[in-house]
């Protein structure tokens, strides 16, 4: 029922989009987008995901970089043909069950997504701070606050302990079976484990990097279809895109990122048109690592059959 409400959604969004553009336009636009343009992007997303993936290897090291590539890629595909943007992370939790400990895999990923989602906000803090454009203030504030946040329960799941963790869930918790307790405490453990100094400045470092080239991907877009908005903009433009798509509202984000992407850039005088197409645009890449995603998915797929 909610998968249907999120298609629906999908539908609808992207339905009212379509029917306020003028088709002549779109086609001009996208027009633009050359060969050496699409694949000057799939260059700056493959180097985003070995960012992305080194990071996470660094709070899984007991797998070879290669492997863990291999199921970011199939996580794409899952993010592509199920609802919600992060079920390709359920999705490749499940794929590894039978590789490592679950409570292992589940910790890496949770800290790996956790640190992405800091990055984010570190640069859209940053654009923000530097933008020319006129924002409400509680845009800042909710943005410092949640990087606040983040970093205050990081580190007290890193300094509690483990005994301690238990205690709190039962007094706030009463009811809560032992089996959810004692997951949480594996993954606070698992947490004290993998948290360092140098996996959490590593993967700060490195998540900026990897936010900067998604912020060149649109800025190569929009530049190729005339489109001038700056760095420090597209810094906070597309940092907020990317967390809303976080929200499970949607299917593949898609109507959301289109509709998102709209409305900021006409803040800059752009038009329905421009968004529309870097957003398709960023799809389309997207849709490129998803097929050997899921290539990939049906080799393992073979290959367990077989034997």
């Given amino acids: 029922m909610l998968n249907k409400m999120k298609v629906t959604f999908s539908l609808f969004l992207l339905t009212v989009l379509f029917l306020m553009i003028d088709y002549e336009s779109l086609k001009n636009a996208a027009n633009k987008i050359s060969l050496v343009v699409f694949y000057g992007l799939l260059v700056l997303q493959t180097i985003a995901l070995l960012l992305n993936t080194y990071k996470w290897n660094m709070f899984i090291p007991e797998l070879r970089l290669k492997t863990l590539i291999k199921f970011n890629l199939i996580t794409f595909f899952y993010n592509i043909v199920l609802p919600g943007q992060g079920v390709g992370e359920v999705a490749k939790i499940y794929k590894m069950r039978n590789i490592l400990p679950t409570n292992k895999i589940v910790t890496s990923v ?26 409400s203030p509680s845009l800042m504030f909710a943005v410092f606050l949640t990087i606040i946040f983040i970093a205050i329960v990081l580190w007290t799941i890193k300094v509690m302990p483990f005994e301690s963790i238990g205690i709190v869930t039962k007094i706030f918790n009463s009811h809560l079976s032992d089996k959810i307790n004692n997951g949480f405490l594996k993954f606070s453990k698992g947490v004290k484990c993998s948290l360092t100094f140098y996996t959490a400045s590593m993967n ?33 433009i597309f940092s907020i895109i990317g967390v809303a798509l976080i929200l499970p509202i949607s299917f593949a984000g898609l109507g959301v990122r289109e509709g998102l992407f709209t409305i900021l850039i006409l803040q800059f005088d752009g038009n329905i048109e421009d968004g529309i197409v ?13 097929i050997i995603g ?14």
């Fill in 110 to 135: 949770i800290l790996e997504r956790v640190f992405s989602l800091f990055t984010a906000l570190l640069v859209c803090g940053y654009g923000l701070y530097f933008t020319d454009y006129q924002y």
């Fill in 204 to 236: 700060t470092i490195l998540g900026i990097m990897a936010q900067l080239l998604n912020v060149a991907m649109v800025i190569v877009i929009s530049k190729s279809i005339g489109l001038n908005i700056s760095f420090v903009d597209w810094c906070w």
């Fill in 278 to 290: 870097i957003s398709l645009t960023l799809f389309a890449i997207q849709i490129v690592f998803a």
């Fill in 294 to 307: 899921w290539m990939l998915d049906l080799r393992k797929l073979n290959y367990s059959f077989h034997n």
